[in-house]
Structures are given as structure tokens and as C-alpha cells.
């Protein structure tokens, strides 16, 4: 191989494959090396050097550097300390180093040796692919991919991606989509995994973040930031839901987003497989954006339970199966773009739900405050439901309930006070170590506080605790948490003992 194939090697592979003309090159030098060592008739270790900008290259033979005291295995390829240092006084010397002296290159190459040369560089090029195509698209996964379809089988579509092969799993397909080889497809770019056979590109066209990646392609005030999508929620292949609000009070983010008779959202349709797309504008009040993204179901009124984090949504019972939709479909999209539990009932249902809540709000009322049934229905028609609001509201509001005077609104304060400081001292009880576990052999006090915070209270308890178990709930370290558990498991050997003399 002459200097000026080798240039022209570098360079076309280079270009063909969009790789760095430096890693061709380590990739030739790597060649050149096996061609050369097949070449002897030794089991020798070949380095090659290529310049760069001329194409000469030089090989060098080596040995790595092995200790005085060890026995050489192979001396074609090692060789000790001691005597490096005599055979290449000029040399550094250092264990698990090398030494080497030049060889004399090798112009021509026989058929095995060509052919050995042509795989190593096949393999590296290939390698070097690899690590191109993982490094171009690894900082890439979320982002929306056009591509080709290439070939359809029964798993998986092959997506041609930019040159490189993607996956779109049937899983990922829209539902009742047909795919062809050459349609052009826009997905999300869900994972990149780097694997021995190459990095395998996993695609997903059912992801809400696809609507909204074509949104902001299709709609250029989405893309500038003018408009902005704060959610998406789809029923892929049917219908799905966007919340959008203007930065500009000059422009309608949902007009802006249908666009002149509906062409822009028409064409993100078109994209997903005609998927029906509702707009709905973004309302800072959670009840308020509700009842938009319910449309076109009219609601009576919400009532909100910010603790469960749901809604109770109230619609006239003509209105009911258009707010839960085909399947639930309406509901459930709404409730993924809200973020909120939605429970759709009739004003009848919603009257019985609140009967309910009242008729056990009063009675635990009734246990809690040890009142009467007539009391406790009082307070809860008025609105106070436990003993926190009872106990702390101010005392004119509990004064100006009718039939409610100074002396029955004091007694009413001081049980509900009670009754809450009984239920802390119960819940400081139960976050409390027991005297075994504070006392057993290498505990502290501050261990025993955390196991117990952890809802380890007892040495019985930590006995049937898993050490790893242990270590994951309170952050230990395994030495200790072990010790710790095989000392609380101490009683069980000791009587399993005391049974086995017994016997």
C-alpha cells in the first residue's frame, strides 16, 4: 500500500461514511498493524504510525514490560524489567509499559494478509459509525424526527432517519394507523440505546408531546413563544386535548392555533392520523380551566377538594354522557390535562353524595366532641365539619349560629381542643421507640428516633426487618443495619435454643 492510497483511503472513507479523518486513520494504522504481524512468522505485537498530511508510515515492533519476578509467557511480546533496560538503555522503563524498536514496512501484502487488513478496517469504521450516529442523536431524545418509512413488518416500522435507522414499535403506532414504505412520518424521539450491534433509535408517534411539537411547527407564534402550550392529552388516533394562553393580550391563542379556516390545525391533524384536537385556553383557577377543557359539556357548578386533589362536576343529567364522552373518553382527557380527578355526576347525585358527607360528618362529630346529634347537625349545616374549625374560628362565628350561646360555644371549643390534644399525644405515641429498642446493645438514641420514625418501634419489628430493606428506609449503612437486626434477633436463637435442650 503506497502513501497516496492511503491518502485517498482517509479520504474517501471519510466522506462516505461522515466519520473523522483521524479516527480513518487509526482505523488504516489498525489495519496495517495485523496485516504486518501475519506477515512474521512470530507471535509479535505491531504498532503502525501514519502521517497525517504525506501518507508514509513506519511500524514499530513492542513488548510490554513485565516485573523481574514474574515468569515471561510469551517472550515474543514481553519482556522484564531488567532486561529492558539493557536492551533499549534509551528508552523510559516502567512496569506494564512498553519498548520498541522499528520494523522494516511492508510495500505489498499477500491475499490473508489484505484480507485481514480489509475486516480490521471494516470493523473499526463500523465502530466509528456507531459512536457517530449515538453521540448525533443522544441529546436529541424528546425532540420531533422526520423521516421515511423504509420497510413495514409485523413488530416494527423502519423508520430512515437523517441516513440511520430508527424503530417505530407497533405499540408506538397511532390506533388504526397504516404505514407504507415511503410515507414521511414526523415522531418523537423517545430513547437512544447504545447497544453492542449499534445504538438502536426508538421512535413514538402516541405521545401527547407530538402534538405539541407539531403545534409549535406548524403555528409560528407557538414557535416564537408568543403563544404558549402548557399541556396535552390524547387518546391517539381519536381525539386530543391542548391548553394554550397568549403572552400577547392582542392575539387569541386558540384562534391563532385553528388558524384561517382551521388550516394550521387541520394540517397537525392530518399528521396524526386525523386526530380530532380540541383547543382549550389555559385558566389560572383550576375550577375555571376544568369546565373549559369539559367542552362541550355544559357544568352546573365543581366542587373542589384540593386535599384529594379531585372535583366533583355537577351537569344536568342531558348533559352527563356528553361530559364523560364516548368511553370516557371527554373525562379522562380532561382530567390528564388538568391534572385533577374529575367525577362527573347529576345534580340528584350530587345532592345524595352531600347528604352522605353530612350524615358522617356529624357523626363523627358526634364521637369526637361527644355531642348529640342535634349539635353536630347544627355545626355541620353552618359549615364546621371537624374539630380543628370548631376549636380556632374566631368565637363570634360559632356565636352567631342560631340557638348557639356563650356558654354552650365554650364548652364546644374546649372538647374540640381536647380532642386534639389527646389525638397529638396518640400520634407523638405512636412515632415513639419502645423501651427494648432504646435499650438494646448498640443503639443510640438518635437511631432508635429514626427507626421509629420509620414505623420501627420495637426490637420485634426490626428482627423482621431485611437488612437491605432497612438500610433503604432509614439510610444507614449495611455493616450497622445488619448488626443492628442479627442483636434484635437475638430472643428468637435463644429460645429456639432453650426448645432444642427442652426436646
Given at each position: 500500500?503506497?502513501?497516496?492510497?492511503?491518502?485517498?483511503?482517509?479520504?474517501?472513507?471519510?466522506?462516505?461514511?461522515?466519520?473523522?479523518?483521524?479516527?480513518?486513520?487509526?482505523?488504516?494504522?489498525?489495519?496495517?498493524?495485523?496485516?504486518?504481524?501475519?506477515?512474521?512468522?512470530?507471535?509479535?505485537?505491531?504498532?503502525?504510525?501514519?502521517?497525517?498530511?504525506?501518507?508514509?508510515?513506519?511500524?514499530?515492533?513492542?513488548?510490554?514490560?513485565?516485573?523481574?519476578?514474574?515468569?515471561?509467557?510469551?517472550?515474543?511480546?514481553?519482556?522484564?524489567?531488567?532486561?529492558?533496560?539493557?536492551?533499549?538503555?534509551?528508552?523510559?522503563?516502567?512496569?506494564?509499559?512498553?519498548?520498541?524498536?522499528?520494523?522494516?514496512?511492508?510495500?505489498?501484502?499477500?491475499?490473508?494478509?489484505?484480507?485481514?487488513?480489509?475486516?480490521?478496517?471494516?470493523?473499526?469504521?463500523?465502530?466509528?459509525?456507531?459512536?457517530?450516529?449515538?453521540?448525533?442523536?443522544?441529546?436529541?431524545v424528546g425532540q420531533m424526527v422526520q423521516?421515511?418509512?423504509?420497510?413495514?413488518?409485523?413488530?416494527?416500522?423502519?423508520?430512515?432517519?437523517?441516513?440511520?435507522?430508527?424503530?417505530?414499535?407497533?405499540?408506538?403506532?397511532?390506533?388504526?394507523?397504516?404505514?407504507?414504505?415511503?410515507?414521511?412520518?414526523?415522531?418523537?424521539?423517545?430513547?437512544?440505546?447504545?447497544?453492542?450491534?449499534?445504538?438502536?433509535?426508538?421512535?413514538?408517534?402516541?405521545?401527547?408531546?407530538?402534538?405539541?411539537?407539531?403545534?409549535?411547527?406548524?403555528?409560528?407564534?407557538?414557535?416564537?413563544?408568543?403563544?404558549?402550550?402548557?399541556?396535552?392529552?390524547?387518546?391517539?388516533?381519536?381525539?386530543?386535548?391542548?391548553?394554550?394562553?397568549?403572552?400577547?393580550?392582542?392575539?387569541?391563542?386558540?384562534?391563532?392555533?385553528?388558524?384561517?379556516?382551521?388550516?394550521?390545525?387541520?394540517?397537525?391533524?392530518?399528521?396524526?392520523?386525523?386526530?380530532r384536537i380540541d383547543i382549550i385556553t389555559?385558566?389560572?383557577?383550576?375550577?375555571?380551566?376544568?369546565?373549559?377543557?369539559?367542552?362541550?359539556?355544559?357544568?352546573?357548578?365543581?366542587?373542589?377538594?384540593?386535599?384529594?386533589?379531585?372535583?366533583?362536576?355537577?351537569?344536568?343529567?342531558?348533559?352527563?354522557?356528553?361530559?364523560?364522552?364516548?368511553?370516557?373518553?371527554?373525562?379522562?382527557?380532561?382530567?390528564?390535562?388538568?391534572?385533577?380527578?374529575?367525577?362527573?355526576?347529576?345534580?340528584?347525585?350530587?345532592?345524595?353524595?352531600?347528604?352522605?358527607?353530612?350524615?358522617?360528618?356529624?357523626?363523627?362529630?358526634?364521637?369526637?366532641?361527644?355531642?348529640?346529634?342535634?349539635?353536630?347537625?347544627?355545626?355541620?349545616?353552618?359549615?364546621?365539619?371537624?374539630?380543628?374549625?370548631?376549636?380556632?374560628?374566631?368565637?363570634?362565628?360559632?356565636?352567631?349560629?342560631?340557638?348557639?350561646?356563650?356558654?354552650?360555644?365554650?364548652?364546644?371549643?374546649?372538647?374540640?381542643?381536647?380532642?386534639?390534644?389527646?389525638?397529638?399525644?396518640?400520634?407523638?405515641?405512636?412515632?415513639?421507640?419502645?423501651?427494648?429498642?432504646?435499650?438494646?446493645?448498640?443503639?443510640?438514641?438518635?437511631?432508635?428516633?429514626?427507626?421509629?420514625?420509620?414505623?420501627?418501634?420495637?426490637?420485634?419489628?426490626?428482627?423482621?426487618?431485611?437488612?437491605?430493606?432497612?438500610?433503604?428506609?432509614?439510610?444507614?449503612?449495611?455493616?450497622?443495619?445488619?448488626?443492628?437486626?442479627?442483636?434484635?434477633?437475638?430472643?428468637?436463637?435463644?429460645?429456639?435454643?432453650?426448645?432444642?435442650?427442652?426436646?
Amino acid at each position: 500500500m503506497t502513501k497516496d492510497d492511503v491518502l485517498m483511503m482517509a479520504d474517501v472513507l471519510s466522506k462516505e461514511k461522515d466519520i473523522d479523518r483521524g479516527i480513518v486513520f487509526e482505523a488504516i494504522e489498525a489495519a496495517l498493524a495485523t496485516a504486518t504481524r501475519k506477515r512474521n512468522r512470530e507471535d509479535i505485537e505491531v504498532r503502525v504510525e501514519i502521517d497525517r498530511k504525506t501518507g508514509d508510515y513506519k511500524a514499530f515492533r513492542q513488548w510490554e514490560i513485565m516485573e523481574d519476578d514474574v515468569a515471561v509467557e510469551s517472550p515474543a511480546r514481553q519482556t522484564t524489567l531488567a532486561a529492558a533496560e539493557i536492551t533499549h538503555p534509551d528508552a523510559s522503563h516502567e512496569v506494564g509499559g512498553v519498548v520498541e524498536e522499528p520494523l522494516e514496512t511492508v510495500a505489498t501484502f499477500g491475499r490473508i494478509e489484505a484480507q485481514a487488513a480489509k475486516q480490521v478496517i471494516s470493523q473499526k469504521v463500523r465502530e466509528a459509525e456507531r459512536a457517530r450516529v449515538y453521540e448525533d442523536f443522544k441529546d436529541r431524545v424528546g425532540q420531533m424526527v422526520q423521516g421515511v418509512v423504509k420497510r413495514v413488518g409485523n413488530r416494527e416500522a423502519i423508520i430512515d432517519l437523517e441516513g440511520v435507522e430508527a424503530s417505530l414499535p407497533r405499540s408506538n403506532w397511532i390506533d388504526r394507523e397504516v404505514l407504507r414504505s415511503g410515507d414521511r412520518v414526523k415522531s418523537i424521539l423517545a430513547e437512544v440505546r447504545s447497544e453492542p450491534r449499534g445504538p438502536q433509535l426508538i421512535l413514538d408517534r402516541r405521545c401527547p408531546e407530538l402534538v405539541i411539537k407539531l403545534f409549535q411547527l406548524e403555528v409560528p407564534e407557538v414557535g416564537q413563544g408568543v403563544i404558549e402550550i402548557l399541556g396535552a392529552a390524547r387518546d391517539p388516533g381519536s381525539r386530543a386535548k391542548i391548553a394554550v394562553r397568549s403572552h400577547d393580550s392582542r392575539i387569541d391563542p386558540v384562534g391563532a392555533c385553528v388558524g384561517i379556516r382551521g388550516a394550521r390545525v387541520q394540517s397537525v391533524s392530518n399528521e396524526i392520523n386525523l386526530e380530532r384536537i380540541d383547543i382549550i385556553t389555559w385558566a389560572e383557577n383550576p375550577a375555571e380551566f376544568v369546565i373549559k377543557a369539559l367542552q362541550p359539556a355544559e357544568v352546573e357548578s365543581i366542587i373542589v377538594d384540593e386535599e384529594s386533589r379531585s372535583m366533583d362536576v355537577v351537569v344536568d343529567e342531558n348533559q352527563q354522557s356528553l361530559a364523560i364522552g364516548r368511553g370516557g373518553q371527554n373525562v379522562r382527557l380532561a382530567s390528564e390535562l388538568s391534572g385533577w380527578e374529575l367525577n362527573i355526576m347529576t345534580d340528584e347525585a350530587a345532592a345524595e353524595k352531600a347528604e352522605r358527607e353530612a350524615q358522617l360528618a356529624v357523626e363523627r362529630l358526634m364521637t369526637q366532641l361527644n355531642i348529640d346529634a342535634e349539635v353536630a347537625g347544627v355545626l355541620v349545616e353552618e359549615g364546621f365539619v371537624t374539630p380543628e374549625e370548631v376549636a380556632y374560628v374566631p368565637v363570634q362565628e360559632l356565636l352567631d349560629v342560631e340557638g348557639f350561646d356563650q356558654d354552650l360555644v365554650e364548652q364546644l371549643r374546649v372538647r374540640a381542643k381536647d380532642f386534639l390534644d389527646i389525638r397529638e399525644i396518640a400520634e407523638l405515641e405512636k412515632s415513639r421507640p419502645q423501651a427494648d429498642l432504646v435499650a438494646m446493645d448498640g443503639m443510640d438514641d438518635d437511631t432508635a428516633a429514626l427507626f421509629a420514625s420509620k414505623g420501627i418501634r420495637s426490637m420485634e419489628e426490626l428482627a423482621e426487618c431485611a437488612t437491605d430493606e432497612l438500610v433503604e428506609l432509614t439510610g444507614i449503612d449495611f455493616e450497622r443495619a445488619s448488626a443492628l437486626i442479627m442483636t434484635a434477633r437475638a430472643p428468637w436463637f435463644e429460645a429456639s435454643a432453650t426448645e432444642a435442650v427442652s426436646a
